[in-house]
């Protein structure tokens, strides 16, 4: 498939990816309660836990071309108004479901499980700390 499509619509996909990867690593993890899966993938999944991972990646690990997908999603502009979280986080975490998107449609399935593997890490390394 050609990635001609739009950063907005890159992370519509990239926030199901994602939201489906966390939800599956959380059971694994022996959470069996809809509450505690809910607030246990809220770390990862809100717009500060996927802006605070966009920032790690983009000091620790993106390509120039991954950065460009960043950028379209984070630039995008949106009907949709953040309702938890101020503008600029609310753009860095599109931006970051918009990387996603891109990987998964560009068949890059292995870098997608790595760059979400490394944000697992950050996170999981943030709540220790």
Aim: hydrophobic share 40%; glycine share 6%.
């Amino acid at each position: 498939m050609s990635i001609l499509l739009n950063g907005t619509a890159l992370a519509y996909i990239g926030d199901a990816i994602y939201e489906l990867e966390i939800r599956k690593y959380l059971v694994t993890k022996k959470l069996t309660k809809v509450n505690d899966l809910h607030s246990a993938a809220i770390r990862f999944t809100s717009a500060i836990g996927q802006a605070y991972v966009a920032e790690k990646l983009i000091t620790e690990m993106l390509t120039e071309t991954e950065m460009e997908y960043y950028r379209r999603g984070r630039n995008a502009t949106s009907s949709r108004k953040a309702r938890h979280a101020d503008l600029k986080t609310y753009h860095q975490s599109t931006g970051f479901e918009a990387l996603l998107g891109f990987l998964f449609f560009d068949g890059q399935i292995v870098r997608l499980a790595e760059i979400i593997d490394f944000c697992i890490r950050k996170i999981e390394e943030l709540e220790s700390n």
